[in-house]
């Protein structure tokens, strides 16, 4: 799930970290609450996550670039992901991926300049009978057609 | 007056195309009006072609209206439709829509009746019937239920749900756990979103169960990040379930206990296959492991372990509560039960079909599916999610069941069925398959790691002409090597999708012909 981006806090950082310690396999909830927190996981946090739960440095590191969804820097205010599966190629989201990467002026992991969307491909939003899909900060939109897309920009940009 | 129900779907697919404004126009309409309405939000009907779609209740029948639009709605009040009056998008009574009457609703059979929060209604239409018979029944005795049932792993494998059980349950540990495997990622798959979304306390109740046979204390549900809005509804309904006594410490006052908790992936493909998610859920980068030890021996932190997809212990509850006879009954040669397929992609009425295994795919496709969305006509579809065979249009009359769909170079998967139009292009689509892998291994071995991205570069030397014969035969050499060699099956299936294109679609391949000049019979469109 995606939230606004925030300023990292040290101190927040430690109780959280301390928060999920304790729980088995605490390691990716632990990297889902910060990122919840903050909009991404700073690199500072690797050494006090790894100290926390008994593990190297390279063993934090590794989990958190293994997964899609873990970013190291702030993101866009919006979360804009188009999906780009098969279901929505057999209805055109190639082109509606083109369309977005025009419309906003960012390729694909890219943020716009002002900060308001980064955009992303996903392989599936579980849309696949009203293709092409996209999600706007982990709301689902189907039948998604330029137009649409441009709507939903216009009111992301408005709120 | 008395209050009249009306049901708005919660389901994220309705959801996207406008459920949540409809529902909220139709409270405000009810109120200028002074009529005093309940909207509940139910799960999805399975119809997503005719999504939002609204529910009335009128003389105890369900009278349904859709696809719904915000604009429509004043004309519905003005209608009448509390009272089922005439409108165009009135579609009479919702178990009466072909599409649904057709169907064989098994474990989708509450999807979209119930609210999926309301534990007493789920309780009103046979919830819980399968658990209390469960803490009445020895564990070896609900494992052979589950055996005799004929229930299959509906994650893709098709493995024996019985055998696993039974296996974990002849495992001596101090812990075991159930593990539900609901990283649904397969493109044109959405049944374990649409189960968890719309009736939660089956999977409950069937990890539940899965507990009290294998003397399992603790279960996961591992969720794709993907789904919000599974992963929130799921969390309540645990919840609830807590609150009520049906999970926790002596569930239903029985002396056994059995905790669950969600656990969320990170955007991982690969965590859909059962190692890995196991690797997840312990904290660790989602890297297959070798086999053997197989899970049910040594899974979860070392310990024997249920991992089952969601369907799989979704079918559980009935299984037990109208005996394993019942539910074998469906079905056809080994293939027992029924199966949620899942109509997607360029589809005109896309959604979800629970049917006995044995349909042809020509009645799913057309017969339900109704062909392409855009009129024009079926290429190919692509069944089992993008590990999948590209079966062609001449091959429609074969019966989708495990077997059938095998013995002719395909699978059934998790039962996602994604229709293309005669537009596609088959080398574009064998290209993603390999860009698909590449992009989601998880890099353990050699054929997939390395496989997938050569495979992409020799595809792209094809379609410019270098060489295609030879690259053709390096490409096809190539696929046998990450079929054979690779640990998993991401990359010893990722070469499927890529032979079925090029078997049964070669013209596509041969870009020395340009576009449109190919022998198919179908009019192509190259991008």
Known sequence: MQTTSGQWDSKRAHEIITEHAGMPGALIPMLHALQHAFGYIDKSAVTPIAAALNLSNADVHGVITFYHDFRDAPGGKHQLQVCGAEA???????????????????????????????????????????????????????????????????????? | ??????????????????????????????????????????????????????????????????????????????????????????????????????????????????????PEDYAAHGGTTGLRKALQMDAEAICQQVLDSGLRGRGGAGFPTGIKWQTVRNAEADQKYICCNADEGDSGTFADRMLMEGDPFTLIEGMTIAGLAVGATQGYVYIRSEYPDAMATMRKAIELGYALGWLGSSILDSGKDFHLDVRVGAGAYICGEETSMLESLEGKRGQVRAKPPIPALAGLFGKPTIVNNVLSLAAVPDIIADGAAAYQAYGVGRSRGTQAFQLAGNIARGGLVEKAFGISLNELIHGFGGGTYNGRPVRTVQIGGPLGAYVPADKFDLAADYETLAGNGAMLGHGGIVVFDDTVDMAQQARFALEFCAAESCGKCTPCRIGSVRGVETIDRILAGDKPDENLELLLDLCEVMTDGSLCAMGGLTPMPVRSAVQHFPEDFQRDNPPGASTSSSARVTN
């Open chain 1, 88 to 159: 929505c190629q057999a209805c055109g989201c190639r082109e509606l991926m083109t369309h977005a990467t025009e419309k906003l002026g960012v390729q694909p992991g890219e943020t716009t300049p002002d900060g308001m969307f980064t955009l992303n491909t996903v392989y599936c939003l579980g849309n696949c009978a009203l293709s092409p899909a996209i999600s706007i900060d982990g709301r689902m939109y189907g039948k998604v057609d330029a137009n649409r897309f441009d709507q939903l920009i216009d009111t992301c940009k408005a709120s």
């Open chain 2, 1 to 118: 007056m008395t209050t009249t129900r009306i049901y708005v779907p919660r389901d994220a697919a309705a959801v996207s195309v406008g459920a949540d404004e409809v529902a909220a126009r139709i409270e405000h309409e009810a109120g200028a009006r002074g009529l005093d309405v309940t909207v509940v939000r139910n799960g999805s009907r399975g119809m997503l072609y005719l999504e939002p779609l609204v529910e009335v209740v009128v003389n105890d029948a369900r009278l349904a209206f859709g696809p719904v639009t915000v604009d429509d709605v004043p004309g519905l009040f003005d209608a009448g439709f509390l009272q089922g009056g005439a409108h165009p998008k009135a579609l009479g009574k919702t178990e009466e829509i072909p599409y649904f009457a057709k169907q064989d609703r098994v474990t989708f059979a509450r999807c979209g009746v119930i609210d999926p929060l309301d």
